[in-house]
């Protein structure tokens, strides 16, 4: 933590190089490593400091202030609200983000509320995030977006809650590691628009400790064949359109595309995890369970009550569970329907809930279909599937 004595008035602000005069400490966040800090006392004051720092500089948010308007974080900037304290941003529309970082700007210590549009937008391979909550979004909570050299850097979220936006965290092309935080309770009228987390375009998620909970849409979205995602001990839990759902991922046993470990993923309704046309997924430990069952119109043009644990869907292939607890799910414990090889279940627990049906293997041959006949179940008559490729919502 860095601390600077300074004199500044309610309208104005200092740049500083060094020390200033004696009037009060001004602390930096602890992490921060400033060559030149600004203070900024209200909107038009941050506005400039943003203006005329250059890398490796610090705009501070003085004391407990609200702020108001779009604010473009030049590369390798940080902006922050001065140790001990929050500030308050407000702003934005449809076109403009709050908060706009460039290459290797940070964020420390802020409210983000009521975005006219997205919270926070990222642009380029690496930026830090780190205790900032973002709330009441009329679009994205947070956005990253990268197109050039994004295995270059990491955006860096650390301790970051996302709520009540019409979308959670949507990442395109960016490598993003999130630790702790949370993602919940997005609503929209688009359902593909209140997910919790959203990865595509080639992104490369690693999610650890992370809470995806009570969305109106899909808990977390993995799309596309060069994204990946890997999730560690991450509670995703009563999302209304599927927990964990991958679409056209491409990955093997060996190297997954999807790796979910020792997570709890609870009481999401249709599907706890599920799969369309992917393959490379791997989850180890943790539990899967208490799927709530939901009305869908099926492929066998009927209305059924869907609630499975797994769910792998459409040639869906090289997939392993192993040690993972699958239970109380309100239709089958897993559902394999048109997959024929790569399917392996190794220990664990396979438990049925009140239908009892543990896993259902149908519409394949199970030429390579490694599950225990004590933890299969042969129903009377095939389930209904319901397996939509999800939409994306444009963000930026």
């Given at each position: ?8 008035s ?14 009060r ?5 602890a ?6 800090t ?7 004051g941050?506005s ?10 610090c705009?501070?948010l ?5 702020y ?14 001065e ?5 308050t941003l ?11 970082l ?10 983000v509320?009521e975005?006219?549009?997205?919270g ?8 830090t ?18 197109k ?48 919790g ?8 998620l690693?999610?650890?400790?992370v ?31 599927r ?5 056209r ?25 599920g799969a ?8 180890v ?6 799927t ?12 059924e009550?869907?609630g ?15 040690s993972t607890?699958?239970?109380a ?13 790569g399917i392996?279940?190794?220990?664990g ?11 259902v ?12 006949e ?22 930026l």
């Amino acid at each position: 933590m860095q601390m600077i004595r300074l004199r500044y008035s309610l309208l104005t602000v200092l740049a500083l190089a060094g020390c200033g005069n004696d009037d009060r400490d001004v602390q930096t966040p602890a992490g921060l490593d400033c060559t030149v800090t600004s203070v900024a006392a209200d909107s038009d004051g941050l506005s400039r400091a943003l203006a005329s720092t250059d890398t490796g500089g610090c705009v501070l948010l003085a004391q407990t202030a609200t702020y108001v308007g779009t604010f473009e974080v030049r590369a390798g900037v940080s902006l922050a609200a001065e140790a001990g304290t929050r500030a308050t941003l407000r702003g934005g529309s449809a076109g403009f983000p709050v908060v706009k970082l460039n290459e290797g700007a940070q964020l420390v210590g802020v409210d983000v509320l009521e975005a006219g549009g997205v919270g926070v937008a990222v642009y380029g391979s690496k930026a830090t995030v780190r205790d900032v909550k973002v709330s009441g979004a009329k679009s994205a909570a947070l956005a990253v977006l990268c197109k050039d050299g994004c295995d270059a850097g990491t955006v860096s979220l650390t301790d970051v809650v996302l709520e009540k936006s019409q979308l959670g965290l949507w990442v395109s092309g960016a490598r993003l590691s999130m630790k702790g935080g949370q993602s919940s309770g997005h609503e929209s009228t688009s359902l593909s628009s209140a997910a919790g987390i959203i990865g595509q375009d080639g992104a490369k998620l690693d999610l650890d400790g992370v809470t995806v909970e009570k969305n109106m849409g899909v808990g977390v979205l993995v799309d596309g064949a060069a994204t990946s995602a890997s999730i560690k001990n991450a509670t995703i839990s009563e999302n209304a359109e599927r927990g964990v759902w991958a679409q056209r991922i491409a990955g093997t046993i060996d190297a997954p595309a999807l790796r979910i470990e020792a997570s709890q993923v609870t009481k999401n309704r249709i599907v706890g995890v599920g799969a369309l046309e992917s393959r490379g997924i791997i989850i180890v430990g943790g539990r899967v369970g208490d799927t709530v069952a939901a009305p869908l119109v099926t492929n066998l043009a009927s209305t059924e009550m869907v609630g499975d644990g797994i769910g792998l869907f459409s040639g869906s292939t090289d997939f392993k569970l192993e040690s993972t607890a699958l239970e109380a799910n309100a239709r089958a414990a897993g559902l394999v329907d048109g997959s024929e090889r790569g399917i392996i279940i190794v220990g664990g627990k396979i438990a049925a809930g009140a239908s009892g049906l543990k896993f259902v293997v149908q519409n394949s041959t199970g030429a390579d279909v490694q599950i225990s006949e004590t933890d299969r179940t042969m129903p009377a008559k095939a389930l209904g599937v319901s397996a939509p490729k999800l939409a994306l919502p444009p963000v930026l």
